[in-house]
């Protein structure tokens, strides 16, 4: 039997942030300008490394959050999206990184602060575009919060939450094709969104659209989980599926 003992790594623990609102009609990501070697200079997800071994991962996703972006923990709910740990993805050493998702309606301009040289909102397109170059892996990081974000479009009422206290269905329209990146059929979208009982109901006088035609008002119904799910189209992009 070997005497050798056995020597735990060393691994550090961080938290990365994908943040997610619209804005004009277009679906942003919080980024930060990082003040700090490595990356300085790069656009780069809000997060960090815990501050103590006993620090809580959400905990510390929403410190980080409100160090650098002044955002609190009572404006979003965090829901974790997964671990990323490939052996090269930090320069400083071996680092794992939980990552926490948000995707949440009328969020504030963000305050930079901390490590972080300025905060603002993004469009997506451009966040993911080759012209950006996020720092570490978060270009991964972000592809699969927005994948998720997507997903859970498909299965909850989230896309109501975008839209006034009334609200029409070309109006929640609109926030699927943001979130999805895709235009819809209005009439396919209608049919659908009618097909899930408790997902919207009526809410009584008409609006008059931009073309001048009345259009019917709605409100978000009691349902929270979709069922049937609002599947995204499977085809190219601006020919939904059926």
């Given at each position: 039997?070997?005497?050798?003992?056995?020597?735990?790594?060393?691994?550090?623990?961080?938290?990365?942030?994908?943040?997610?609102?619209?804005?004009?009609?277009?679906?942003?990501?919080?980024l930060i300008e990082r003040g700090v070697q490595p990356y300085r200079g790069a656009w780069a997800l809000p997060g960090g490394f815990l501050s103590h071994e006993k620090e809580d991962l959400l905990a510390a996703?929403?410190?980080?959050?409100?160090?650098?972006?002044?955002?609190?923990?009572?404006?979003?709910?965090?829901?974790?999206?997964?671990?990323?740990?490939?052996?090269?993805?930090?320069?400083?050493?071996?680092?794992?990184?939980?990552?926490?998702?948000?995707?949440?309606?009328?969020?504030?301009?963000?305050?930079?602060?901390?490590?972080?040289?300025?905060?603002?909102?993004?469009?997506?397109?451009?966040?993911?575009?080759?012209?950006?170059?996020?720092?570490?892996?978060?270009?991964?990081?972000?592809?699969?919060?927005?994948?998720?974000?997507?997903?859970?479009?498909?299965?909850?009422?989230?896309?109501?939450?975008?839209?006034?206290?009334?609200?029409?269905?070309?109006?929640?329209?609109?926030?699927?094709?943001?979130?999805?990146?895709?235009?819809?059929?209005?009439?396919?979208?209608?049919?659908?969104?009618?097909?899930?009982?408790?997902?919207?109901?009526?809410?009584?006088?008409?609006?008059?659209?931009?073309?001048?035609?009345?259009?019917?008002?709605?409100?978000?119904?009691?349902?929270?989980?979709?069922?049937?799910?609002?599947?995204?189209?499977?085809?190219?992009?601006?020919?939904?599926?059926?």
């Amino acid at each position: 039997m070997s005497d050798d003992r056995w020597v735990a790594p060393a691994v550090l623990l961080a938290v990365d942030l994908v943040i997610l609102t619209l804005r004009e009609s277009r679906l942003h990501v919080l980024l930060i300008e990082r003040g700090v070697q490595p990356y300085r200079g790069a656009w780069a997800l809000p997060g960090g490394f815990l501050s103590h071994e006993k620090e809580d991962l959400l905990a510390a996703a929403h410190r980080e959050l409100a160090e650098e972006a002044g955002l609190g923990p009572d404006q979003l709910h965090l829901e974790q999206l997964g671990f990323y740990g490939a052996p090269d993805r930090d320069p400083r050493g071996r680092v794992v990184s939980a990552a926490y998702l948000a995707i949440a309606p009328r969020l504030p301009e963000p305050v930079a602060g901390t490590d972080a040289s300025e905060a603002c909102w993004t469009p997506v397109a451009q966040a993911l575009s080759d012209d950006a170059r996020l720092a570490f892996d978060h270009v991964q990081i972000l592809t699969d919060g927005v994948d998720q974000a997507r997903e859970k479009l498909e299965r909850s009422a989230l896309g109501t939450a975008f839209c006034g206290p009334t609200f029409t269905i070309s109006e929640l329209q609109n926030v699927y094709e943001a979130v999805w990146g895709v235009p819809l059929d209005a009439r396919n979208f209608y049919r659908k969104v009618q097909s899930v009982d408790g997902f919207i109901v009526p809410a009584g006088p008409t609006r008059r659209t931009e073309g001048g035609r009345p259009a019917r008002l709605f409100r978000p119904g009691p349902r929270t989980t979709l069922h049937p799910p609002m599947t995204r189209p499977l085809g190219r992009a601006g020919k939904e599926t059926t």
